[in-house]
């Protein structure tokens, strides 16, 4: 897999993956755009959704959305990594088993979804979920 970023002026990059797609990052916090540490967090968000999606379609879960919240905490020195992930999955759906949901959850944090492994190996990620009725 390859990608590139190229300066685009000012404080503004934009990135372009191997497939061609671009993304616009914002090194000023976000200003203009979403900062490349906000990047890391959409990309942890959908990594796991994915895999959460595919496993309780999988189990017939009969989920109509998928959302999750992330929340983090950035250590007070340069470099300013992350120290600490949250996410909250929010399945709504009919009739969506609890037990599948933790397992969906499960799943993806520690076997499926790279950006979470990759990330875990520097960053305490934690997550929970609750199942909201269609």
């Not at 970023?5 to 993304?23: A, C, D, P, R, Y």
Request: negative net charge; aromatic residues 4%.
């Amino acid at each position: 897999m390859q990608a590139k970023v190229q300066w685009v002026g000012e404080e503004k990059f934009m990135g372009t993956s191997e497939s061609g797609h671009t993304v616009v990052m914002d090194a000023n916090g976000g200003n203009h755009a979403v900062s490349p540490l906000e990047n890391i967090l959409l990309s942890l968000g959908a990594c796991s959704s994915v895999d959460v999606v595919s496993v309780l379609e999988k189990t017939r879960q009969k989920i109509t959305a998928c959302s999750v919240e992330i929340t983090s905490k950035r250590v007070d020195t340069i470099p300013r990594v992350f120290s600490e992930i949250h996410l909250h999955f929010v399945i709504t759906g009919h009739n969506v088993a609890a037990k599948h949901v933790e397992r969906a959850v499960a799943l993806s944090a520690d076997k499926y979804c790279s950006v979470a492994i990759m990330l875990e190996k520097a960053v305490n990620i934690t997550h929970d979920f609750e199942i909201v009725e269609a």
